[in-house]
């Protein structure tokens, strides 16, 4: 764990380097939604892991961590307050996913090293990042239907996309997390949302971490 925002951002300048924006030639047939849920009257958070399985989206495994973070909120460096404890909820779970999908960024972050690289190059497996809000760098808005889809650029360089999940609501924001490309991301999170925004994998977790949450208080 860096000791300040300075050696935070170094190191995510030198781990930027090792992200695989590349298909991962292994199937996949299991994925992993991870998520964050804070309480807002204490330092408290839940990790939450939920291992759906592709084919029809049945829940195989869950993992609840409760934790406090050590690392302070600081935008853009994100990852180094949510890594561990996600981190801790994945060593719990009892089925490997295939792949994780994770409630933020990847390359679409200033240093191209977004929470959902962050962790494929630390677990060295397929990621990819799913985020509620826009993004830092401008972006159009994708056209109505389901499936429509906008480039997110910084320079001459795709850095992700606005996708339309549902007909007339708000898109989310996809980006290459480790070992995906941005097509294939982009099929797989409209894949995985055929009824509600967000892909079932991140939408379990949420829940999860909220329920989980509210029992605590």
Known sequence: MPRN??????????????????????PVDTVAGLDI???????????????????????LDEAVVHGTSDFPYVPGLLAFRELPLL?????????????YLCD???????????????????????????????????VAGPGPARGDWSPITAGE?????????????????????????LASARELVLELAPRYRLPEPIRAADQLGRKRLAETR
């Not at 390359?107 to 630390?122: D, E, K």
């Open 37 to 59: 849920a804070y309480d807002k009257d204490s330092d408290t958070a839940v990790a939450t892991a939920v291992v759906l399985r592709r084919s029809d989206l049945a829940v």
């Open 157 to 181: 360089e795709t850095v992700g996309c606005a996708l339309r999940t549902r007909d007339g609501v708000k898109p989310v924001y996809v980006s290459v997390g480790h070992r995906r490309t």
């Open 5 to 26: 925002e300075a050696e935070a951002v170094a190191m995510q300048v030198e781990l930027a380097g090792c992200v695989v924006a590349a298909d991962d030639d292994r």
């Open 104 to 138: 933020g960024y990847g390359l679409t972050h200033p240093r191209r090293f977004g929470l959902a690289c962050h962790l494929g190059v630390v677990l060295d497996a397929p990621a990819i990042g799913v985020a509620k809000n826009p993004p830092h760098l401008p």
């Open 87 to 99: 981190l801790k909820a994945i060593e719990a779970l009892t089925v490997e996913p295939d792949l």
